[in-house]
């Protein structure tokens, strides 16, 4: 186990070297530049050809992209990151105040849609054949089919415009304008009544899928022998489905798993848009607006990394799931 370790990181380290080389040579090559985006944004910061000079030299824009990546290298070795251009503020600092909010609307996402995910695959699995199954693969079918960004609109235009100054309302954002003079209980229902949309944006989409993805591999695993043998004791449905089959497919199930990890951290660049959730998501589109080289370096490296350390975890994993799996 030890020697495989060192050989996927090794790879993973070569892997993060090529991709942040590939990044950092487009962002670069990009047309236009953070400081003449921002003149762009407001006319009366506009910048004279020679202060813009000044600034390229000040920023290091001056220099071919392949020198100021090793610049942006070194930096990362002593956990430097950059001072974002648009938010004059560290890297690091810009993500981990997005970060929280993000989490708080991924993680949710990701415990509703397993806990239901799972004993729904079962179900579909049980009653396959028969009307309530086909009834919701049809449901499940239109729910993954529909656009995230469709839903959220509908969403918006429903419950924040046509139920207005209604007690139903619900509106983008994370908290409301009065959040600070809320008790501590008030605290939590105004932020829960806010996550409340765009959590149904970003779960049914997954819940869709995660379900049809168990009941596919469930169908092939109920067609083994050691599932008609466990029939044959007498053992009753579900603790066939449950102890026998569901455990023989916790090998793709991990692998889902490992795949989705990422985007816990990464969030969702449309619907944190649509909503106004201040999370990762939303930063990312605003430092890609803007040009903002070092915000954009940073993201993306975070992104690279969990994805890489996701997929390391998932491969441990089987180990786990199933003891015959070895690592030479």
Known sequence: MTAYLIRRLLFAAFTLLVFTVLMYALIRNIPGTPLTLLGAEDPSRKISADDLKLLNQAYGLDRPWYVAYWDWVWNLTHFDLGTSFRYRKPVTRLILERLGPTLLLSVTSFVITYVLAIPLGLFVTKHSGRAMERITSVLLYMLYSLPTYVAALWLLYWFYLRLNDTP????????????????????????????????????YGALAYDTRFIKANMEEAIRQDYVRT???????????????????????FVTMIGLTLPGLISGAVILEQIFSWPGIGKLLYEAITFNDYP????????????????QLLADVLYAFVDPRITYN
Do not use: E
């Not at 619900?170 to 806010?194: E, F, I, N, T, W």
């Not at 004791?233 to 579900?238: A, E």
């Open 168 to 203: 139903l309302q619900l509106s983008p954002g994370m908290v409301s304008d009065d959040y600070d003079q809320l008790s501590a209980g008030g605290k939590l229902l105004d932020m829960g009544r806010h996550l409340i949309l765009p959590l149904i944006c970003y779960s």
């Open 295 to 310: 915000l954009i370096m940073g993201l993306t490296f975070m992104f690279a990394v969990a994805t890489l350390l996701s």
């Open 230 to 252: 466990a029939r044959a004791k007498g053992l009753d449905q579900d603790t066939v489905l449950w102890r026998h089959a569901f455990r023989n497919t916790l090998i793709p």
